[in-house]
């Protein structure tokens, strides 16, 4: 049956529809809530990727049944984002623009992905998100849940209607809800891969964020030395204590470095809609362990598996970034990167700073910088001078024959140039 006929049936027997809903516990989605639970039985979602404590997680689901959700339900998926997400944007040292980690649009793919399956189990009739028509999020919520549950139609209140905030606070308040809904000067998403930031002067070109808008102030002044380790690409032990999971790795370090101050920027970047935007984020963590990976990675693999690596890497991150979580190609490219991480094994020292810090070289067993092969700039031990006299001959022989071939026109434009 379809959903469609699955919703006539049930409002021809008096009973409601089952919406499941993307909830935050923002004004948007609680406004969602309040507006959605007329017509439907609100069954309330909200995924933790790792940017919740246990009371913050409890609070929500208070508000959410206080606003007249049916039922709550919190998925525990930090573990989850790592193992599907995390430790590939590792493997490839992505960095959108060379810069942002993707920390919400990774947080988003895994958010948007397990909604669409609970949906799916939970037999809903619908599913909602509080994505407005401005950003990125409204397009990889419905690209996931049209891939996933083709079939649940898509409610999006705020979107739809043109909800401005003004109206939703108003609604709220007729309702009894005492919450206090003023702006904030910024807003903070906190997750797992780290936290970005918005405000004023993100909306402009050329304005920084003060230090009060960043949400970790700098509280550590004294430089520290650690040791990261990785086995097979992925990091597992700081200063040779080991965790339960990647996961508790990932907090510990951004715990431990964040109050440096270390891992603050602000990205430009393109949205999918088709809009430049500006946004601030802090991540010590996820830019220690990328950069550090990616130092280590310099040492164990080829020039080809860098070089064919850095460019998969890149589609990979754009391709999450725009929401197609659920392309095959995203699974061929993470297959290619697990197989190249074989021997991404040893230590990496990072000495931190306040506002930096400075990696200081690589231990590892299957380094290609061996002495027995030779120094750079000082002598190779398996090959001499003559040995690259002739090979510099052969190699420049393409070059050569097109030279001499085209010796009139080489001689022309030598001309135009001096004269220029």
Not at 30 to 55: E, M, P
Not at 230 to 241: H, M, R, V
Not at 388 to 393: D, E, N
Request: aromatic residues 8%.
């Amino acid at each position: 049956m379809s959903a469609e006929n699955n919703h006539n049936s049930k409002q021809t027997a008096g009973e409601k529809p089952l919406l499941v809903l993307a909830y935050s516990g923002g004004l948007d989605t609680s406004y969602c809530v309040l507006q959605l639970k007329q017509d439907y039985r609100v069954h309330t979602v909200t995924v933790d990727t790792g940017g919740f404590d246990a009371a913050e997680l409890e609070a929500l689901e208070e508000r959410a049944s206080a606003l007249g959700a049916e039922r709550h339900t919190t998925l525990l998926c930090a573990d989850v984002y790592y193992a599907s997400c995390l430790r590939y944007l590792i493997f490839g040292n992505a960095l959108r623009g060379n810069v942002y980690p993707l920390s919400v649009s990774a947080e988003r793919a895994i958010q948007v992905e397990a909604i669409a399956r609970f949906a799916l189990s939970a037999g809903a009739d619908y599913v909602a998100h509080g994505s407005t028509g401005a950003g990125n999020d409204q397009v990889r919520f419905d690209m996931a849940f049209n891939s996933i549950c083709p079939d649940i139609p898509i409610i999006t209140p705020i979107r739809d209607a043109g909800v401005r905030r003004e109206d939703a606070v108003a609604a709220l308040r007729a309702a009894g809800d005492t919450s206090d809904w003023t702006r904030a000067p910024y807003s903070i998403n906190k997750g797992l891969w780290g936290t970005s930031v918005g405000g004023h002067e993100t909306l402009t070109s050329d304005q920084p964020l003060p230090e009060a808008a960043w949400p970790t102030p700098v509280s550590k002044t004294v430089p520290e030395t650690l040791t990261l380790e990785f086995k097979q690409g992925e990091p597992f032990a700081i200063d040779g204590a080991t965790f339960n999971t990647p996961a508790e790795l990932i907090s510990a370090l951004q715990e431990r470095t964040q109050p440096f101050g270390i891992g603050r920027d602000i990205h430009v970047g393109d949205s999918i809609v088709g809009l430049k935007g500006r946004v601030g984020f802090e991540a010590a963590a996820p830019l220690i362990i990328l950069k550090a990976h990616h130092l280590l990675e310099k040492h164990v693999l080829t020039a080809r598996q860098a070089t064919i690596k850095e460019r998969l890497a890149a589609e990979y991150a754009a391709l999450l970034h725009e929401g197609h979580f659920g392309e095959q190609a995203m699974r061929n490219i993470e297959a290619f990167l697990t197989d190249s991480q074989k021997f991404v094994d040893g230590k990496v020292f990072v000495h931190c700073a306040p506002h930096r810090f400075e990696l200081l070289g690589v231990e590892s067993p299957h380094d290609l910088m061996r002495a027995e092969f030779g120094a750079y700039g000082e002598g190779g031990a398996r090959f001499s001078g003559t040995d690259v006299r002739g090979f510099a001959k052969v190699a420049s022989n393409a070059a050569a024959v097109f030279n001499h071939v085209h010796v009139d026109l080489l001689n022309s434009n030598a001309e135009r140039h001096a004269n220029d």
